[in-house]
């Protein structure tokens, strides 16, 4: 039986790939850019995230001090004692200073003596620098002190059109004691605004003794 042999053709290279398409430049330029657009807005939302939390963050640590600070004034000024001639609660004229008459016996067997204020300590909280400071003394002795009490924290001082009152102050509205507070972070943030927040407090202190 004769077989039919049909002649071999060698096919080059040219000719195998003589009908595909190549990637040009252009292609990828734009495939370059269009990744470059995709790693910026990935970017730029991670950046703004991250400002975003620091924001958060830092006005909860002005949250936390000022409440703080609050705690602090609030758990003296409700021991304070006194009478009409002898004011448990001193406010300087600017509303930056505010003097406690306080009762603090260290030997719990000693009665306090509520007719005689000379044995009495006295607790002094004042607004100065954008700190609080605060000092208790007797008979002008220093029995303890601290400068700063809030140092992560800076104290604003200057008047809020909001309410015509400065941003922070001590002031009484009869025989409630008001604190105003306003703070920033100390720390300055690189390509955002400062932010403040204010915190507001307000006490029933003894103005007189019922002994």
Do not use: W
């Not at 000022?66 to 409700?78: E, F, R, S, T, V």
């Amino acid at each position: 039986m004769a077989i039919n042999k049909l002649p071999l053709r060698c096919i080059g290279m040219n000719q195998l790939f003589k009908n595909k398409k190549g990637v040009t430049m252009a292609e990828i330029i734009m495939a370059a850019l269009l990744l470059s657009l995709i790693f910026l807005a990935v970017s730029s939302l991670y950046v703004a995230s991250q400002r975003l939390y620091i924001a958060s963050n830092d006005n909860a640590m002005i949250g936390y001090e000022l409440q703080y600070a609050m705690d602090h004034i609030q758990k003296n000024a409700m021991q304070a004692i006194g009478d009409k001639n002898n004011a448990s609660i001193g406010i300087s004229p600017d509303g930056l200073v505010l003097t406690i008459r306080h009762i603090d016996k260290t030997n719990p067997d000693d009665s306090p003596t509520y007719s005689d204020y000379t044995d009495d300590k006295e607790i002094t909280y004042t607004i100065s620098s954008g700190m609080l400071a605060y000092k208790k003394a007797q008979s002008s002795i220093i029995i303890e002190q601290d400068d700063n009490v809030i140092p992560k924290i800076k104290i604003l001082t200057d008047v809020d059109s909001a309410d015509g009152r400065k941003f922070s102050e001590f002031y009484m509205e009869g025989n409630v004691l008001k604190v105003k507070l306003t703070a920033e972070f100390i720390v300055s943030r690189e390509g955002s605004m400062k932010k403040s927040f204010t915190l507001y407090s307000t006490g029933y202190p003894r103005q007189a003794s019922f002994n």
